[in-house]
């Protein structure tokens, strides 16, 4: 009987040890598996970041390609709108000496027909020229009456009118010109001092 005991512990003692065996074989190879989870976790996480990084360069490169052609077709609109100012520069003293003449000799003087018609061809080729610079984006400026401004005009003197409010253009000397938005040159005018301020316009 107590050999028989025996040999059951001794069968059954083998057993046990290959129990033991597996148990440490699955915990070994979860072992090994942990860490290749958390590089997996770690890889994908420095993928997104590197994406990431990467979307925002492509963002910034396409903004400075967007800002470069904005940029480019500003000059290249500037350059057709502007084209025509040293042109216009030299013109404007043409269109100084048809105003000279026409106001050397007014309308209401003259007596014969002959200088009546000179006067009207002259201030004929006056509105033409006008036109012409309308056209292409040229104003003239003849602001009397109007406030000083000194992004328009240039004062040549000042003078004493009571009756007119301190900074109010009493006379224009030369007119002045302006391309679209650009000054080609500032009027030349006679300011009042004395009076009350302008108003400030709103």
Do not use: C, W
């Not at 100012?85 to 209401?108: C, I, Q, T, V, Y």
């Not at 401004?149 to 009118?161: G, T, V, Y």
């Amino acid at each position: 009987m107590h050999d028989t005991t025996q040999k059951q512990e001794g069968i059954s003692a083998p057993d046990d040890a290959a129990n033991n065996n597996s148990r440490d074989g699955l915990e070994g190879a979860l072992n090994d598996v942990e860490p290749e989870e958390r590089s997996a976790d770690d890889r994908l996480v420095a993928l997104e970041a590197e994406l990431a990084e990467q979307k925002d360069r492509l963002l910034r490169a396409l903004a400075d390609t967007e800002n470069t052609r904005r940029r480019a077709q500003r000059e290249r609109e500037d350059a057709s709108k502007y084209a025509v100012a040293g042109f216009a520069k030299d013109l404007l003293s043409s269109a100084d000496n048809l105003r000279r003449a026409l106001e050397s000799l007014p309308m209401a003087e003259v007596r014969d027909e002959r200088t009546r018609s000179l006067l009207e061809g002259v201030a004929a080729t006056e509105r033409e020229l006008l036109g012409v610079f309308e056209r292409h984006g040229i104003k003239r400026l003849y602001p009397k009456g109007e406030r000083f401004d000194h992004n328009f005009h240039q004062a040549i003197f000042e003078a004493d009118r009571p009756d007119q409010p301190g900074g109010t253009i009493v006379e224009v000397l030369q007119p002045g010109y302006v391309l679209h938005d650009r000054l080609l040159r500032p009027a030349m005018v006679g300011v009042a001092k004395g009076g009350p301020k302008p108003a400030d316009r709103d």
